[in-house]
């Protein structure tokens, strides 16, 4: 069993920046790959960014690219969602999800973590 937990949301202007974490317990992390989801009320959960394995393949929503940067820490079981240039339309609730490869279910979930953007 694998948890995960997100850290590092808050009320941010825009413009601003924040780091989100999301550190995994087990000793399985490096082998998966691992995806940043926001979700708003009454609006389906988006897919925000994801990182392979081997970090050597990242992917982004169009609405993030050149502003958010995915980055993984296989030592810290961590992986970190990194936002820049926010806007209020980024605000969201931010869960950071599991799976074995690109083509496999997720298999974990986090809490989420609220991230908050005034103008």
């Known amino acids: 069993q694998v948890q995960l937990v997100e850290s590092g949301g808050g009320s941010v202007q825009a413009g601003g920046s924040l780091r989100l974490s999301c550190a995994a317990s087990?000793?399985?992390?490096?082998?998966?790959?691992m995806d940043w989801f926001r979700q708003t009320p009454g609006k389906e959960r988006e897919f925000v960014a994801g990182?392979?394995?081997?970090?050597?393949?990242?992917r982004y929503a169009d609405s993030v690219k050149g502003r958010f940067t995915i980055s993984r820490d296989n030592a810290k079981s961590t992986v970190y969602l990194q936002m820049n240039s926010l806007k209020p339309d980024d605000t969201a609730v931010y869960s950071c999800?599991?799976?074995?490869?690109?083509?496999?279910?997720?298999?974990?979930w986090g809490q989420g973590t609220q991230v908050t953007v005034s103008s």
């Open positions: 999800a599991a799976r074995r490869n690109f083509f496999a279910q997720y298999l974990y």
């Open positions: 990182i392979g394995s081997s970090e050597s393949s990242t």
């Open positions: 087990g000793r399985t992390f490096s082998s998966f790959v």
